[in-house]
C-alpha cells in the first residue's frame, strides 16, 4: 500500500489538472483513464520480473535489493517530509514576525500622536500658567521615567522574534504612561489658578521634555525604518555617469593616425557670411 | 601655427588670429562617420573621418602588439579588446559579424551601454586638442523627427558636454542647416539643404543662412542596409559594404545591388514626398521670389547615380515652389562638418 501512495504522490507532482471543458475544446470527447493502484502494480511487476529474469542473482539476493530499495526509499520520503514540516514552520515564524512588527509600528505611530497631543496640551498649559513646584518635581520624575525606557527602546538592537515581542510591550508600556501623563496633565490644568501676569510659570523643562521625546522618536523611527521618520537626503545622480567619466581606457590611438581628407577652403563661404550680416568689405 | 597674442578675455567670442584665420572646428556626430573639420595655417581645410562603430574580439586571437603593428586602433573596455571606427568595419565585413553601432537613427544609442566612451575616443582623435582655450566648437545634431517619436535633448546635450571637456566653447548646430552653410553660399545661403545622413534624413530651408523650417525622417543609410540584409539574407555589415562598393543605382549589377538601388530610389522618393508635404501644410513658411536650390549632401548621397535619381524622383512631384539647382555637394561625406566649420569660425 506505501508504494501505491508513493505512486500517486508521484503522479499528483508530475501531472497537470485539465477541467473536461478544456479537453471538449481540444475536440477530446474520449480520455483513457488509469488508477494510481495499477501503476504501481505495473512497475512493481516490471522491477521484479527483471529482476527475476536476471539468473545471475539468487532469489534471496533480489529480496535483499528490494527490500533495501523499499527502506532507501521511505528514508528518502521521511527526509521530504521534514523538509516540508521546516519549510512551514519558517513560513509561520516568518508571518509571525511580520505581524508582530505591524503591530509594533502601529504602536509608534499612535505613541507619536499622543506625544503631538501631550505637546499641544503642554503648550497650552504655558500659555494659561503651570501649577506649583511640587506638581513640576512630580512631572521631572515621570519625564525621567519615560526618557529612560525609551533609551531603553532605542538601545535594543532589531530584530529576532522574541525581541520584537519586548519591543512590542515596551512600546504597550509607553503609550500607557503616556495616556497617564496626559490624564495629570488634564487634571493638573482643571486645577490651576487663574494665570497672573506677575507669575510666570516654569515651562522649561515642559519644553525639554518635548524637544527629546522629539528628537528621540525621530531617531527610532528612523531605526525603524518608518519612511516619514527618514530624512529623504538630496539624491546624488554623479555615480550614473561614473563608468562613462573621467575613466582612462587603454587604447593605441595614440599611434594611430587618423584619416584625413583635403577639403575646399571656407574663405569664400565665410566672405559671403560676414557680406550678409554686414561685418564684411 | 596660429597666433594667440590677441585672444580675447571671452576665447569663445574671440574667433580670428592675427593671421586672419578665424578659429573654430567643425565636428559631424553622423550614425555612420564622425568627421572634424579643421582649418589649417594656409586657410585650407582637413578633415579627419573615421567610422563611428566598433566590435569587440576576443584578446586570444589578436594580441595588443599585433593590432599597433597592423595599424588597428583598439581600446581595452571591461577587459575586452575593442577595435574602434574603419578597422572594426573591415574586420566585421572578413569575419562575418556585425560591428556595434554607438548611434541609431541619428541619436545616442539607447542600446548600446558601452558606446560612450568609445565615442568619446573617436571624437578626441578626430578633434584633437582646441587651438586655443575654448576654441568653438560646432557640432552638428538632428532635427526632430516627420515620422517618428524621438527626443534631440538629451542627445545635444550628452554631446555639448563631450566636446566642452575636451576644452572647446561647444555649440550645436542642425546638421540639414550645415549643409545649408558649406554649399549653398552662391545663393547668399538659401535655399534648401539636405543632408542623407547614416540614421535620418534632415532637411533645413533657410533665408539669407537663417533657418526656417528644420526636420527630419528617420531613414537613411541603416535603413537601406537593414533592408537589404533582410531580403537578400546578409549581415547589415556586409550590406552596408555593398552598398559603399561602387554601385550605381541607375545600373546595379545582380541582384545585391538591385535590392540597394530599389531601396534608394523609395529612399528618395519618402524624403522628397515628406519635404513637399511639409511645404503643403507648413504655417509661416517662407515664400521665396526667386526659384530655390536644393544642396544634397551626407554619406547615404554619395553611390552612383544618387543625384539623377533624385532629379528624377523630384521631377515627378509637383513641388509647391520653383527650385533652380538641384546638386550634390563636391565632398558629401565632409560637406556637414565643414559647415559646421564655417558656422564655427563666423560665431553663427
Known amino acids: 500500500m506505501e508504494s501505491i501512495q508513493h505512486v500517486k504522490e508521484a503522479l499528483n507532482a508530475r501531472s497537470t489538472t485539465t477541467s473536461l471543458e478544456e479537453l471538449e475544446n481540444r475536440g477530446r470527447k474520449r480520455v483513457k483513464v488509469i488508477k494510481a493502484e495499477h501503476v504501481a502494480q505495473m512497475i512493481r511487476e516490471s522491477v521484479e520480473r527483471a529482476l527475476t529474469n536476471d539468473d545471475r542473482l539468487p532469489k534471496e539476493e533480489i529480496d535483499r535489493l528490494v527490500e533495501a530499495s523499499r527502506a532507501e526509499f521511505a528514508d528518502v520520503m521521511a527526509e521530504r517530509q521534514r523538509e516540508q514540516a521546516e519549510y512551514q514552520q519558517a513560513q509561520s515564524d516568518l508571518e509571525s514576525t511580520t505581524r508582530r512588527l505591524e503591530a509594533a509600528t502601529e504602536q509608534l505611530r499612535s505613541l507619536e500622536s499622543d506625544l503631538q497631543e501631550v505637546e499641544a496640551e503642554a503648550e497650552e498649559l504655558r500659555t494659561q500658567g503651570g501649577g506649583g513646584s511640587e506638581d513640576l518635581a512630580d512631572k521631572d520624575a515621570e519625564i525621567e521615567r519615560l526618557t529612560k525606557r525609551i533609551s531603553e527602546l532605542e538601545a535594543r538592537p532589531a530584530q529576532s522574534p522574541q525581541q520584537d515581542a519586548v519591543s512590542a510591550q515596551l512600546l504597550t508600556n509607553m503609550m500607557s504612561e503616556l495616556a497617564t501623563l496626559k490624564a495629570q496633565t488634564q487634571l493638573q490644568q482643571q486645577a490651576a489658578p487663574q494665570p497672573q501676569a506677575a507669575a510666570q510659570p516654569d515651562t522649561s523643562m515642559l519644553e525639554t521634555f518635548v524637544t527629546s521625546m522629539n528628537d528621540r522618536l525621530e531617531q527610532f523611527g528612523k531605526k525603524m525604518g518608518i519612511s516619514s521618520a527618514v530624512d529623504a537626503g538630496d539624491v546624488d545622480l554623479s555615480s550614473m555617469f561614473d563608468q562613462t567619466e573621467d575613466v582612462e581606457l587603454e587604447s593605441n590611438l595614440d599611434s594611430m593616425e587618423v584619416k584625413a581628407k583635403s577639403g575646399t577652403g571656407i574663405a569664400a563661404n565665410l566672405e559671403r557670411l560676414k557680406k550678409l550680416k554686414g561685418g564684411g568689405a | ?348
Not at chain 2, 545634431?141 to 517619436?149: F, G, I, K, R, Y
Not at chain 2, 546638421?175 to 549653398?184: D, G
Not at chain 2, 530599389?262 to 513658411?285: A, H, P, T
Request: glycine share 10%; hydrophobic share 40%; proline share 4%.
Open chain 2, 1 to 348: 601655427m596660429t597666433d594667440e597674442t590677441n585672444m580675447a578675455d571671452n576665447p569663445a567670442e574671440m574667433t580670428e588670429t592675427t593671421a586672419g584665420l578665424c578659429l573654430g572646428k567643425g565636428l559631424d556626430l553622423g550614425t555612420a562617420n564622425i568627421a572634424a573639420a579643421i582649418q589649417q595655417d594656409d586657410g585650407s581645410i582637413t578633415v579627419n573621418v573615421e567610422r563611428n562603430a566598433f566590435l569587440d574580439i576576443g584578446d586570444d586571437v589578436y594580441s595588443k602588439k599585433m593590432l599597433t603593428n597592423a595599424k588597428v586602433p583598439y581600446v581595452v573596455h571591461d577587459g575586452k579588446l575593442v577595435v574602434i571606427g574603419e578597422a572594426a568595419f573591415e574586420l566585421a565585413n572578413v569575419f562575418g559579424k556585425n560591428t556595434r553601432r554607438p548611434m541609431a537613427d541619428g541619436l545616442i544609442s539607447a542600446n548600446e551601454r558601452d558606446a560612450l566612451p568609445m565615442m568619446r575616443m573617436i571624437i578626441s582623435k578626430v578633434l584633437g586638442e582646441p587651438a586655443a582655450p575654448g576654441e568653438n566648437c560646432y557640432f552638428c545634431v538632428p532635427a526632430e523627427s516627420l515620422d517618428v517619436e524621438n527626443d534631440v535633448i538629451y542627445h545635444t546635450g550628452r554631446f555639448e558636454a563631450e566636446v566642452s571637456k575636451l576644452g572647446y566653447t561647444a555649440k550645436s548646430i542642425n546638421e540639414a542647416h550645415a549643409v545649408v552653410f558649406s554649399e549653398l553660399a552662391e545663393s547668399d545661403f538659401t535655399g534648401i539643404g539636405l543632408s542623407f545622413g547614416g540614421g535620418m534624413a534632415n532637411a533645413c530651408i533657410a533665408y539669407k543662412s537663417i533657418p526656417c523650417v528644420s526636420f527630419s525622417v528617420a531613414r537613411g543609410g541603416d535603413w537601406i542596409d537593414q533592408n537589404v540584409a533582410r531580403v537578400r539574407g546578409i549581415k547589415h555589415s556586409k550590406a552596408t559594404f555593398i552598398k559603399e562598393s561602387g554601385v550605381d543605382i541607375r545600373d546595379p549589377q545582380g541582384e545585391d545591388q538591385a535590392a540597394v538601388a530599389i531601396y534608394y530610389r523609395n529612399l528618395i522618393q519618402y524624403v522628397l514626398k515628406n519635404v513637399k508635404d511639409r511645404f503643403e501644410r507648413g504655417q509661416n513658411m517662407p515664400t521665396f521670389s526667386e526659384p530655390i536650390d536644393i544642396a544634397c549632401a551626407g554619406g547615404t548621397s554619395m553611390v552612383g547615380g544618387f543625384i539623377e535619381v533624385f532629379r528624377e524622383e523630384f521631377a515627378k512631384i509637383d513641388f509647391p515652389m520653383p527650385v533652380g539647382r538641384i546638386f550634390r555637394a563636391e565632398d558629401a561625406l565632409t560637406a556637414v562638418a565643414r559647415g559646421c566649420l564655417v558656422a564655427a569660425a563666423i560665431g553663427e
